[in-house]
């Protein structure tokens, strides 16, 4: 595997996506386009200048044909500290737009270098509701203005925060900032910093009539039906939903931080952590982009083995919704039945890795070992014994007429609003379009199986609920075909950026041992690029968009999660709703707020 | 001539069994729902846990008795006795069996509608006194649902006492000889039933408590024994609820073989335990849909139901003239 000796790609070879064809020929090769940048995932990547983004943006959402009307991710890159830029045009900050097309099943990255003492660009929130969250996290994460943002503020960490942790020059542990102290009046600060004030976020305290207030309540971030660390700040009149502020990053942990610290493999158990309740399915897209960064091929074997265990951690992910949203609408015992089913789960994934909810399972290059001896037979008994346990809930919940009467209808919106806010996975497709990675850009070997794309048309709390259920169905599918047809070979590849030679082969030659040594203590290094993968997991669309600056820790790792952006939704789907339906909503979802924060 | 002596003992009779068998139920519930729920319950305490409920009881009593600055003191540790007081005081005119009820009154199913809506109160003010958001919306819901369920329930009962002839519950239980009412007032017996969930707060109707949303909706801010005495109240609501559907649509005491005790003791336990396994199994309505059912389609029905009923019973009054 050699690297790259040049990020940019000859513009003359015709090579050229399409797109950026299309770009110049409406805006003009002259001063438009600043650079076209060849990245590992084949993704046109294009650069220009700030004063060009709105414009750039737009043409892109509405006017091309077949447009881009999904804005998948925005985030930045600091640049400061980078050393094979290869004649990009960076400047100290990159802002990066990834947008995606359904008509083309394509993706484009438009990044925009800031330079100058001013750290600003304009805000696109008018033209995609979903960026709001996004340049927040921006400006919270590096310190980056939006002209015209409505609510430009911080959105993970607390307001009273000081400095702006993903630049390069802000600490990433503890030890680095000097002694923890918490005094009283430190306390009282970031109590008072925790009121919620109305007016700050544009909102009322007072109805047009004279006699009658609004109430706000805060649900959350300690509540039962908020499924974890959120906080809804809920506008009601009566019991009717006005408006909600969510405020997020109760549970944030620094991941995309801690990633570039940790080596390319040590990061894999953290993020077991982005969604702790579908392990490996976290697992997958870090190591496919890892493996497309570093050209690693992944044995058959090894790809059957990781599609099966992520069937297994979607069923398991989807249990706990099933249960839980059941709980939200009332129901109290369909939440034991399905934590019950899901405990059988964990058995058969803590049999095959050991470990239940954060098996650090996926290595790069395959998995970490093979299947153990019997793992057919505790699959037959699973997947013979669960189809009965699915037609139960399916009477008990999904044909209950008062969980009918409380979901039908709840919380829709249409498939317009749900792409214009980033939806992905089932909350897209109950909006009626079958849009599956798995399917319509198959990774892992998804392309050879027989399974199906589950959809609905209302995209209500009901039709998201339908999609879920269905899955199961298809994932239990899947698995039967991975039983039936478990290849043979190798679970892990022998490529030297891979996994560490196998230990057997290191007793043999000072060679190997040495390898052996450096790839287990130092990890191994990988060539520069960049490399995204996105791929479908529970609850949507995830993604990790790795930059290699040919070191053993990745220089930016950008983790694009489905939560973010369904969670950001949220107020757009409750609004006008009843307080109850809140938790109709929310349950509908599908979310974890480790998924959310990350 | 009122017999004082067998007057109290009947008193202590009844206080002491409904109470006791309130502490037990609460043991039953949660064993019940642990069979059905595929886990064991509790099973630690006494034998197969039974003594669960006195460990809860030692608990309760031994705990902080914690009072919100932000509340209404005086309301606020008045609530928790109204709700257990007019549960018990429904047991004062539920006939047993023959002769074994505490008042024998001639307006007996009054006196308990009377009680059952003075229980409503203690929803609605304590929620108000708690002076709590959440408590706050947990009473407005009660006080909605109270808007729907109180209307029909008095009508879904007259149907009862239009066959019977009379207000008294020993009367209605002796007109059941030969037919339950069950089956000529089959739609009262509904009506009544989802009135007395309504009125209970028991799933699918526990929107005041809805612990998803609410987290426990107008109690939530009691703790330690009065929080006690609303989780009393609610078995106790919830064996009187049971008990009222035996007399005026099971018969009450009749039934072949066993003594008259024995068969009202089973026939409410039976309706105690499908008040469980309710719970067990579905989910809870929203409250506005409560309020369009009970208006639009329970409202209507009793009415027919009583129409109906009256029509015939004029009619056999005037073929027995």
């Known amino acids: 595997m050699t690297p790259r000796s040049s990020a940019m790609k000859d ?6 996506a399409g797109v950026v064809a299309e770009l110049e020929g409406r805006f003009g090769s002259e001063g438009f386009l600043t650079a076209a940048q060849y990245t590992k995932d084949e993704i046109p990547t294009i650069w220009i200048e700030k004063n060009r983004l709105r414009e750039t943006l737009r043409y892109l959402q509405s006017e091309i044909p077949h447009p881009f009307p999904m804005l998948f991710d925005l985030s930045a890159t600091d640049e400061r500290l980078r050393r094979h830029h290869e004649g990009l045009p960076i400047g100290v900050f990159t802002v990066f737009y990834h947008l995606f097309s359904f008509d083309r099943n394509q993706s484009i990255r438009i990044k925009v270098p800031l330079k100058g003492e001013v750290l600003s660009l ?7 509701p979903n960026a709001d969250w996004y340049e ?9 203005g939006f002209d015209g943002h409505p609510f430009l503020r911080r959105l993970l960490m607390p307001p009273w925060w000081e400095g702006h942790p993903l630049r390069k020059d802000h600490p990433a542990r503890g030890t680095e900032i000097g002694r923890f102290q918490f005094p009283p009046e430190k306390l009282v600060m970031t109590q008072e910093a925790l009121q919620f004030k109305p007016e700050e976020w544009g909102l009322s305290r007072t109805h047009h009539d004279p006699d009658f207030d609004y109430m706000f309540i805060n649900l959350g971030p300690a509540h039962t039906g908020t499924h974890g660390v959120l906080r809804l700040v809920t506008q009601l009149a009566g019991e009717e939903i006005i408006n909600i502020v969510p405020d997020i990053g109760f549970h944030h942990r620094a991941q995309e931080k801690i990633a570039e610290r940790q080596t390319w493999h040590t990061f894999i158990p953290y993020t077991d952590r982005v969604d702790y309740l579908q392990g490996v399915l976290n697992e997958m897209p870090y190591c496919l982009s890892v493996e497309r960064l570093a050209g690693i091929d992944v044995p058959t074997r090894a790809q059957t083995i990781r599609v099966m265990m992520s069937e297994f951690y979607r069923l398991a992910s989807h249990l706990v919704w099933y249960g839980t949203f059941a709980q939200d609408i009332g129901a109290l015992s369909p939440v034991f039945y399905m934590f019950n089913d899901r405990e059988r789960i964990h058995a058969i994934t803590e049999a095959i890795c050991g470990g239940r909810m954060h098996p650090n399972w996926f290595r790069i290059g395959g998995v970490a070992q093979d299947l153990p001896i019997g793992w057919d037979k505790l699959i037959h008994q699973f997947v013979d014994w669960f189809p009965s346990r699915l037609d139960q809930y399916e009477r008990l919940v999904m044909d209950n007429p008062i969980f009918k009467e409380r979901t039908v209808g709840i919380g829709a919106f249409s498939l317009e609003d749900a792409i214009a806010w980033g939806a992905t996975g089932p909350m897209l497709r109950a909006c009626g379009l079958p849009w599956d990675l798995r399917k319509v850009r198959p990774y892992s070997g998804y392309d050879q199986f027989d399974f199906e794309v589950p959809v609905a048309s209302n995209g209500d709390c009901y039709d998201r609920a339908v999609v879920h259920v269905l899955e199961m169905r298809q994932s239990l599918r899947i698995i039967r075909q991975c039983l039936d047809s478990m290849p043979a070979g190798s679970y892990k590849s022998l490529d030297p950026l891979a996994t560490p030679p196998l230990k057997e082969r290191t007793m043999h030659d000072i060679e190997t041992l040495i390898h052996h040594f450096v790839g287990v203590s130092w990890g191994p290094v990988l060539p520069p690029g960049e490399a995204e993968v996105p791929t479908e997991s529970s609850k949507g669309q995830t993604s990790y968009y790795l930059t290699s600056d040919g070191a053993q820790v990745s220089y930016r790792t950008r983790i694009r999660t489905p939560s973010f952006a369904h969670i950001q939704m949220v107020p757009f789907m409750a609004r006008g709703e009843l307080l109850s339906d809140l938790l109709a909503v929310l349950g509908s979802v599908d979310y974890v707020l480790s998924d959310v924060d990350r | 001539m ?17 109470l006791t068998l309130a502490g037990l139920l609460i043991w039953v519930e949660r064993r019940l729902l642990g069979i059905w729920q595929e886990r064991y319950g509790p099973n630690r305490v006494g034998p197969g846990g039974l003594l669960q409920a006195l460990a809860d009881m030692i608990k309760m009593f031994t705990k902080e008795d914690w009072i919100p600055p932000f509340a209404d003191k005086a309301v606020f540790v008045l609530t928790p006795a109204i709700v257990v007081i007019t549960a018990l005081m429904s047991f004062a005119v539920v006939p047993i069996a023959p002769g074994f009820v505490v008042a024998d009154l001639n307006m007996g199913i009054l006196f308990f509608l009377a009680m059952s809506s003075l229980a409503a109160y203690s929803v609605i003010i304590g929620g108000w006194a708690s ?4 408590a706050f919306l947990g009473s407005l819901r009660a006080i909605a649902q109270l808007l729907s369920y109180e209307v029909f ?20 239980v002796e007109a059941q000889r030969h037919l339950w009412f069950v089956v000529p007032q089959f739609l009262g017996f509904l009506g009544f039933f989802m009135a007395g969930l ?15 949303e609410l987290v426990a909706g107008y109690h939530a801010e009691y703790s330690g024994m009065k929080f006690g005495m609303f989780f009393v109240g609610e078995y106790l609501s919830v064996i009187v609820l049971s008990a009222m559907i035996v007399i005026l649509f099971f018969g009450g005491w009749h039934g072949p073989w066993l003594p008259p005790v024995v068969w009202f003791f089973l026939k409410t336990s039976g309706f105690i335990v499908l008040i469980f396994l309710i719970r067990a199994t579905w989910p809870r309505v929203r409250f506005d849909q409560l309020l369009s059912f009970g208006w639009k389609v329970v409202m209507p029905l009793a009415l027919i139901n009583l129409l109906v009923t009256g029509g015939i019973v004029l009619a056999r009054m005037g073929e027995g003239r």
């Open chain 1, 11 to 16: 513009t003359s070879t015709g090579e050229r």
């Open chain 1, 136 to 144: 927040r996290e921006i400006y919270d994460m590096f310190g980056i």
């Open chain 2, 2 to 18: 009122i017999d004082w002596s067998h007057t109290a003992l009947t008193i202590v009779v009844i206080l002491g069994g409904a």
């Open chain 2, 153 to 172: 329930m008095g009508l879904s009962l007259m149907g009862a006492v239009l066959l019977a002839g009379s207000f008294n519950l020993s009367d209605i």
């Open chain 2, 198 to 212: 309504a009125e209970a707060h028991r799933t699918p109707f526990d929107m005041p408590e809805a612990e998803a």
């Open chain 1, 122 to 128: 304009p805000s696109i929130v008018d033209l995609w």
């Open chain 2, 131 to 134: 002076n709590s958001k959440f």
